[in-house]
């Protein structure tokens, strides 16, 4: 069994540094700190994003318009297989993702 605590308070040493939570079959845990945004991407696999800290602003394509969200902490998404988006933090923010292990 092991333990973690601290990770509402975990930084990394550059924007979306991440610490292994745990792995479940293929599929990884981790809490990622960021303070800048991600890219546009599209992963080849679900993911499930759990802001615990902070505020982000979760952009995304739906039908090829861009579409914006609020996340606060305690708020999620779940992002199929395919769907475009990025994740921009509102200051620094700690996210909890959830994806295949070599999703791209």
């Known amino acids: ?4 605590s601290g990770l509402d308070v ?20 981790r809490v990622h700190w960021t303070d800048a945004p991600y890219r546009w991407h599209v992963n080849d696999g679900a993911e499930v994003f759990l802001v615990l800290a902070g505020v ?8 090829g318009e861009e579409k914006l ?11 199929e ?14 996210i909890l993702v959830v ?3 070599d999703s791209v």
């Open 69 to 79: 969200r609020r996340l606060n902490a305690g708020d999620a998404c779940f992002a």
């Open 56 to 63: 982000v602003d979760m952009h995304y394509r739906d039908a």
């Open 10 to 29: 975990f930084t990394g040493d550059r924007p979306w540094a991440s610490t292994l939570v745990g792995e479940v079959d293929d599929v990884t845990v």
């Open 1 to 4: 069994m092991r333990f973690l």
């Open 99 to 101: 994806e295949r292990r």
């Open 81 to 94: 297989a395919g769907d475009a988006h990025v994740a921009h933090p509102v200051g620094e923010a700690r």
